[in-house]
């Protein structure tokens, strides 16, 4: 639904296109209920977040690519494509670029130039071409108003790359907080060496030490036993360790089950 009336728009040179663009312009709080319900999504534990991140990268994307060459093109529309002459907007310098007719893309599908669907894409890939700022159309803004638009998709470029840097590739490549607290602490182990003047077999012992223990702790489970309520805790620990108890009950039979609780609790593999 969202491009249907920019085909049409593309398609009738000859209606009344400045009013109905700017109509368009009612469209944008949309925008507010998608990021809405990404935030929503953002929040429920069982969407993978890498994922979500992905998705929402991409709409962004293509929604930017949609309204820059959208408003683009409206600026060529506004100039008019009277002639070719290449002061005029940017459509035409493409045209000339390109080796083009003139009437492939100044004039609408019905009066001999290209489809809608093609001038669509024409939109697109300008959209894409600004936000990448690659120059391969080989068109410069001519005309004060895609001078002043650059400029501020020039800034949405760098919007949307602080973005990418900042919170997408932190969804994408996310590092493991322990190991990076590891790597942190072994580095305060090197410091603590280097301040002393050990020696290279004692700062070799330490480091390994250290690895040992780091290695340990990641295959003790009592960090996820320690997020658990009690009656949890006490039933896990009957299905692992109950047999044990039951086995012996000329010691345990006549025990408090308080204290066999207890006991089970502390037991480990």
């Known amino acids: 639904m ?3 009336p920019t085909f049409w728009a593309l398609n009738s040179f000859y209606a009344p296109t400045v009013v109905f663009w700017c109509s368009q312009l009612l469209r944008l709080p949309r925008i507010g209920g998608i990021l809405s319900f990404f935030s929503t999504k953002e929040l429920d534990n069982s969407v993978n977040i890498s ?8 709409l962004m994307i293509f929604l930017a690519m949609h ?40 004039l609408s599908a019905s009066e001999g ?3 809608s669907s093609t001038s669509y894409l024409l939109c697109i890939y300008k959209g894409l071409n600004m936000l990448t700022n690659l120059g391969y159309e080989g068109v410069s803004p001519r005309r004060y108003e895609e001078l002043v638009f650059s400029v501020v998709v020039i800034f949405v470029q760098m919007v949307i790359e602080a973005y990418i840097l900042g919170t997408l ?11 990076e607290a590891f790597t942190i602490f072994m580095q305060k182990v090197d ?34 036993a320690a997020f658990l309520p009690h009656t949890l805790r006490v039933s896990i620990s009957s299905y692992l360790y109950g ?17 066999n609780t207890m006991l089970l609790m502390e037991l480990r593999e």
């Open 243 to 259: 047999h044990l108890l039951r086995r012996n009950r000329f010691l345990f039979g006549d025990c408090n089950p308080q204290f």
């Open 2 to 4: 969202l491009v249907v």
């Open 191 to 224: 410091q603590y060496c280097k301040t002393r003047h050990l020696p290279a077999q004692l700062h070799k012992r330490l480091r390994d030490y250290f690895a040992f223990q780091h290695q340990k702790r990641r295959q003790d489970d009592s960090s996820v």
């Open 67 to 106: 309204w820059v060459g959208s408003l683009f093109y409206f600026l060529a529309i506004v100039a008019s494509f009277e002639d070719t002459d290449l002061w005029q907007s940017w459509v035409p310098q493409y045209v000339d670029v390109n080796g083009m007719e003139a009437t492939d893309w100044t």
């Open 51 to 58: 994922t979500l991140a992905s998705v929402k990268f991409v």
């Open 113 to 115: 130039g290209r489809l």
């Open 169 to 179: 590739f932190h969804y994408l490549v996310k590092p493991d907080p322990l190991e």
